[in-house]
């Protein structure tokens, strides 16, 4: 018997919902909320009843009978650092959704809304791979600095998705493939996947690896120090240049691939630039194969950056030597939070308890 799933992901100005039916999506919908609505809450947990309603008026829109659903699955958000997996969204999980142990963010509400659906139809919730997955091993998270340990903030949902669909296409468990997932979006992050774990992978959001549209990545850190104590730059402007304003956007002023392969078709300084994002991905995909010692079945590029050909083709072009290039272009986020319910509803796993 086919299971329906409701989907919810939540952005900073918008809800992306989706109805499936085991792996088939029967329906989306991008939910679009105006700064002057969200303006008028004062945390994003303030926002739940709102945006409840919102989904429920579509789906009532549609004729759609909730009381048919299976599930409901929200995306994770900025919680305590666990494991990958699907977990039921329990009290103790709502707690942190709504606190935000490492942040507060639109996707805390994605657990938080699965739940208030799902209880109103006695049927379970769940949230999948949140941002906060930490599966890094001991010596992955030595820096040289004490203080200052290195964490794993990155697009689990998004590589864990890809690394199942490439060890499916092989006739293999995701636990019995060694492969190096790229995502390219406004962040990029590399993960070395061994053994259904990422044990080692760069942190997306903070100044560490290769630099992205909108994010610096890894920099050199006696300047930044003495950027920092220059007295030019408040704190809040120095990390803008790491984090929304650093990367191509700094180089070029845009954090759009195409306008950006554009510019580069003409301007030698935007071509250099662009050959260095392949370049630093490229390295940080073979300090993940030294992870695997090199033992890698598989280099899979992924995100909306690898439906640029020019890109995923100048990455292969370093690194092919090492394993398989897989291309597997965007980031079906719907879908992986389905697949992770329903792996649990069929039986294939348990889920977790946060």
Known sequence: MAIKSLIINPGSTST????????????DKTLRHSVEEIEKFDTIFDQKEFREEIILEFLKEQNFDINSLDMVVGRGGLVKPIPGGTYKVTDVLVDD????????HASNLGGVLAREIADRIGKPSFIVDPVAVDELMPVARLSGVPELPRT?????????????????????KYEDVNVIVVHMGGGVSVGAHKGGRVIDVSNALEGDGAFSPERAGAVPVGPLVRMCFSGKYTEKEVYKKLVGGGGLTAY??????????KMAENDEEAALVIEAFKYQ????????????????????LTGGIAYE???TDGIAKYVSWIAPIVVYPGEDELLALAQGGLRVLNGEEEAKIY
């Open 16 to 27: 992306k919902i989706a109805v499936f039916e085991d792996e088939e999506m029967l329906f």
């Open 97 to 104: 959704l709504k606190i935000g142990p490492q942040g507060q």
């Open 152 to 172: 794993s903030i990155f697009h689990p949902l998004n590589q864990k998705a890809m690394a199942r669909r490439y060890a499916k296409e092989q006739g293999k």
């Open 252 to 261: 070029l002023g845009s954090n759009n691939m195409q306008e950006c392969e």
């Open 281 to 300: 991905i490229a390295k940080d995909i073979g300090a993940r194969a030294a992870t695997l010692e090199g033992k890698v079945d598989a280099i899979i």
């Open 309 to 311: 050909k020019a890109i």
